[in-house]
């Protein structure tokens, strides 16, 4: 069973930009699609971005997109999430996930079946 461990969370002010990173254990990293999904008080969980097994394609929400920028580094196990002009509707605990083997960008929560614990992004406007 893989183990998922996210970092990089913190309080930022609005405009500003974050890493997350979401170190994997285990094997099975190189072969899965990830993807990063997060959840504020009140609300579902959502899909963010996500990025396929070899790297070679990714997705992201509406909401996200020319302002997240997805990316792996599978020698290291290691997935990241680049969020700049970020907002204060942006602020959420963000998880990452890991997806199938050998599949796509996957935005569909139930395509996922290993999730971290999350770490808590927090935007001040």
């Keep these: 069973q893989v183990q998922l461990v996210e970092s990089g969370g913190g309080l930022v002010q609005a405009g500003g930009s974050l890493r997350l990173s979401c170190a994997a254990s285990g ?9 990063w999904f997060r959840q504020a008080p009140g609300n579902e969980r959502e899909f963010v971005a996500a990025i396929s097994w070899r790297g070679g394609s990714t997705n992201y929400a509406d909401s996200m997109k020319g302002r997240v920028t997805i990316s792996r580094d599978n020698a290291k196990n290691t997935l990241y999430l680049q969020m700049n002009s970020l907002k204060s509707d942006d602020t959420a605990v963000y998880y990452c996930a890991r997806g199938g083997y050998y599949s796509g960008a996957y935005s569909a929560a139930g395509q996922y079946d290993s999730w971290g614990q999350g770490t808590q992004v927090t935007v001040s406007s």
Excluded: D, E, I, V
């Design 27 to 35: 094997p099975t990293f190189s072969r899965s699609a990830m993807g």
